[in-house]
């Protein structure tokens, strides 16, 4: 069964950094993409980042680009956000999801499976 855990969420104020961590278990196909998406209050989820299992492509969101990088270990079947620069903005749940296809989707829809979230609050 696939569980994904994401950690690393918490309070930090505008401008400082967080890297967030998603732990996979219970896969080992190597054809998959992990992705980050996050939902603020009243608002949709959105595609954050998403990386392919072999580390390239990468794609991110234009909100992000050039502050949040994401990376993988994949001995360790895990993924991070790497995230800089934040402003109040990226207050938000994030969630890291898989999706069983080699090629990178912007749509949740397209992922199979998600973790629980991960809470980050940025304050100004």
């Known amino acids: 069964q696939v569980q994904l855990v994401e950690s690393g969420g918490g309070l930090v104020q505008a401008g400082d950094s967080l890297t967030l961590s998603c732990a996979g278990s219970?896969?080992?196909?190597?054809?998959?993409?992990m992705g980050w998406f996050r939902q603020a209050p009243g608002k949709e989820r959105e595609f954050v980042a998403a990386?392919?299992?072999?580390?390239?492509?990468?794609s991110y969101a234009d909100s992000v680009k050039g502050r949040f990088t994401i990376s993988r270990d994949t001995a360790q079947n895990t993924v991070y956000l790497h995230m800089n620069s934040l402003k109040p903005e990226d207050t938000a749940v994030y969630y890291c999801?898989?999706?069983?296809?080699?090629?990178?989707?912007?749509?949740?829809?397209?992922?199979?499976?998600w973790g629980q979230g991960t809470a980050v609050t940025v304050s100004s």
């Open positions: 990386i392919t299992w072999s580390g390239r492509p990468t």
């Open positions: 219970g896969y080992g196909f190597s054809d998959y993409v």
């Open positions: 999801a898989l999706r069983w296809y080699a090629s990178i989707a912007l749509n949740s829809g397209a992922y199979d499976y």
